[in-house]
């Protein structure tokens, strides 16, 4: 695995910046790109529904820096209480004291569920190298494309010497089977350690199902994923990010247009990770 010729001036993909892509150009480049003028920092717009799946990854997500013998001695809803201190109120995007008690409703019953039965949080995990961004490897070395991405969960199955991806969903709405998001994570873990994958997962916390998926193909893994790279690589290149719906724009970029053009519904609440400018749509 050759090194990126470097990595600041490298295209960085991952799920998240691909689904911005996939879903509108101009999306892309608003949320992934552009940069305040006045902050220098980029965008990000909250919700409740973000602001619920950051604090419920945060608890269960930190479970990996404890010893797999203490993990289930915390005190998860303890935790839970303090991860949801950094989204509360208008800067989680919540408009009223009402809306948030029913969202943080939401993720005590998540907790709960985990408590009740922890399943594998137990067990033994791998974690992929990080150092001061998320786990990465050069995916296309003629285009200097890095794939990156972090990974809820990855059990250590000692009876195959293998691993079992686990991705925790805080949503309703189940995952397509068209979501990049698994293939990416099987290259990842293909990249950066030995040990193969033999199972994925994904755990929906409010029903406290588990979804076990079948491990897609390696390398139609890889095609499907530097289509949509070469996509983003060559839009970046070309300087052209258009929305499919034209200069009215779309349901996915016209928020950020409104925070370009100092609109009064969106309203900035503060610095959030990254270095990102918060804004909430009121």
């Not at 070469?230 to 779309?250: I, L, M, T, Y």
Request: charged share 30%; net charge neutral; hydrophobic share 35%.
């Amino acid at each position: 695995m050759n090194p990126p010729k470097d990595k600041y001036s490298a295209v960085w993909v991952s799920h998240s910046s691909m689904g911005d892509f996939l879903k509108c150009p101009r999306l892309y480049y608003l949320h992934n790109m552009y940069k305040s003028p006045e902050t220098r920092n980029k965008m990000s717009i909250v919700s409740p529904h973000m602001s619920l799946g950051i604090a419920v990854h945060e608890v269960l997500e930190g479970l990996g820096d404890y010893k797999a013998e203490d993990r289930l001695k915390r005190d998860l809803l303890a935790d839970l209480e303090t991860a949801w201190s950094k989204v509360t109120g208008i800067r989680g995007g919540f408009k009223t004291p009402e809306e948030e008690a029913e969202f943080k409703a939401r993720g005590i019953a998540m907790i709960q569920n985990v408590i009740k039965d922890p399943k594998f949080l137990g067990n033994k995990i791998i974690k992929l190298k990080r150092e001061t961004m998320n786990p990465n490897y050069l995916i296309d070395e003629d285009q200097n494309i890095i794939l990156n991405g972090l990974i809820d969960w990855i059990e250590y199955l000692p009876e195959s010497d293998s691993l079992h991806i686990v991705d925790f969903k805080t949503g309703k709405r189940e995952e397509s089977d068209s979501s990049l998001q698994l293939p990416i994570y099987l290259l990842l873990c293909n990249a950066l350690q030995k040990r193969p994958v033999t199972k994925a997962s994904y755990w929906y916390l409010e029903s406290d199902k588990i979804v076990e998926k079948e491990l897609p193909d390696l390398k139609q893994s890889e095609k499907n994923v530097l289509e949509v790279a070469h996509k983003v690589a060559e839009a970046r290149a070309k300087n052209e990010f258009k929305c499919p719906n034209g200069e009215d724009g779309c349901f996915q970029c016209l928020p950020y247009e409104k925070i370009l053009r100092k609109d009064p519904s969106l309203k900035f609440v503060g610095i959030g990770g990254f270095n990102q400018d918060l804004y909430v749509q009121i």
